[in-house]
């Protein structure tokens, strides 16, 4: 499980610098999604892109692994009412498509991403692990 485990964190590590790289390239766009609810919007937008950068970059670092993991994880629900509205709301981002084409395997595969991060961190081991473990 290790070479699998490493796999996944780098490629979420990945994700996660993309992430930040977005929210600064197009923190407008993601205004437009973000619920109404939500305070201070703009700044929010900045403010997860920093948490991206900083927790893709902890969980290449043993000692905060486990912490970035579950906090990626918890970050990766927590986004999901933005992810919603984009596609409830038919709001159009561009290039991204207004379709459920596109919305409907994005929601789906919120809890894979989330997933990801817990599994490669070494924070779960399921379905992975052997009966009896603990």
Do not use: C
Not at 57 to 62: D, R, T
Not at 110 to 124: D, M, N, R, S, T
């Amino acid at each position: 499980m290790t070479a699998a485990r490493t796999t996944l964190r780098y490629l979420m590590a990945a994700f996660m610098l993309g992430g930040f790289v977005l929210h600064f390239r197009a923190t407008g766009k993601l205004v437009t999604i973000t619920p109404d609810w939500v305070p201070f919007p703009r700044e929010v937008v900045l403010a997860t892109g920093v948490f991206e950068l900083l927790a893709g970059f902890a969980l290449l670092v043993p000692r905060l692994r486990w912490w970035a993991g579950v906090l990626i994880a918890a970050y990766v629900v927590a986004v999901w009412p933005a992810n919603i509205k984009h596609a409830v709301e038919h709001i159009v981002v561009p290039p991204i498509p207004d379709s459920w084409w596109y919305h409907a395997p994005r929601l789906a595969l919120q809890p894979v991403i989330a997933w990801i991060a817990l599994f490669g961190a070494a924070v779960i081991d399921w379905p992975f692990a052997r009966k009896g473990r603990t």
